[in-house]
């Protein structure tokens, strides 16, 4: 079973205007992390924002913001003000939960992506 | 040091040769992880290092992929006797310990021909 969802292959959005990528993750564990991150057509990985299982609050990192809904096991990213440079491939993850309880594994589960395309 | 760094960016071999790529993590993590990701898909776990233990290996690391990290540094990717389907990005990340996420370098770009 897939343990990261994203079932927005292509996401199209005008500049200045809010974006919801949506996100659905899959585990037993009560202790897991939560990941956003960009890829641009250049390839590189770029970390986004973070969310902690037991994190109260929603994440924000500047534009980004992550709208947690634990019961619904829903982690989806919302970008305010899109701006050109936002054009990329996103990425939701999951890091294995046991990596949080200081254990040997510490690999991230991703999804297939959405492109996001910022038009002026 | 400002990131993750991988040699080379690009690499286009023919079928059957060797090739290894290196990867210079963050000096303070102790964490070091390969990444493969093709077209059109997340990246996926290959293998982790903490230090220079190699404590995980994924099924999609075949007997032609090997990996090393040498006094817990640096870390190269080796694959042997390559294959079309080995086409794809290679992508080297490590982090501290804890919860939070990666770094990721900006990966090797593999094209076999």
């Known amino acids: 079973a897939q343990k990261i969802t994203q079932t927005q292959p292509g996401m199209f959005v005008q500049e200045k205007e809010a974006v919801t990528l949506d996100c659905t993750y899959d585990?037993?564990?009560?202790?897991?992390?939560l990941f956003w991150y960009k890829q641009p057509s250049s390839g590189e990985m770029i970390f986004l924002i973070y969310?902690?299982?037991?994190?109260?609050q929603n994440a924000t990192e500047g534009r980004y913001s992550l709208n947690f809904q634990k019961a619904r096991k829903s982690a989806n990213l919302v970008i305010s003000a899109s701006q050109l440079g936002d054009s990329a491939m996103y990425f939701c993850?999951?890091?294995?939960?046991?990596?949080?309880?200081?254990?040997?594994?510490?690999?991230?589960?991703f999804g297939r992506g959405t492109q996001l395309t910022v038009w002026p | 040091d400002t990131g993750v760094s991988q040699n080379p960016r690009h690499k286009i071999t023919k079928r059957g040769q060797n090739v290894t790529f290196r990867c210079d993590p963050i000096?303070?993590?102790?964490?070091l992880y390969w990444y493969r990701q093709t077209l059109g898909q997340g990246p996926e776990f290959l293998t982790y290092?903490?230090?220079?233990?190699?404590?995980?290996k994924s099924r999609l690391l075949s007997d032609r992929f090997s990996a090393e990290r040498p006094k817990g540094s640096f870390s190269t990717l080796e694959i042997q006797r390559t294959e079309q389907g080995d086409s794809a990005m290679y992508l080297c990340?490590?982090?501290?310990?804890?919860?939070?996420?990666?770094?990721f370098g900006s990966g090797t770009r593999l094209t076999v021909v």
């Open positions: 990340a490590s982090s501290p310990q804890g919860p939070r996420g990666y770094t």
């Open positions: 585990t037993s564990d009560q202790s897991y992390g």
């Open positions: 969310q902690g299982s037991y994190d109260e």
């Open positions: 993850a999951m890091r294995e939960p046991s990596a949080d309880r200081g254990s040997t594994l510490g690999r991230l589960y």
């Open positions: 000096s303070e993590h102790n964490r």
């Open positions: 290092f903490q230090n220079e233990a190699q404590l995980e």
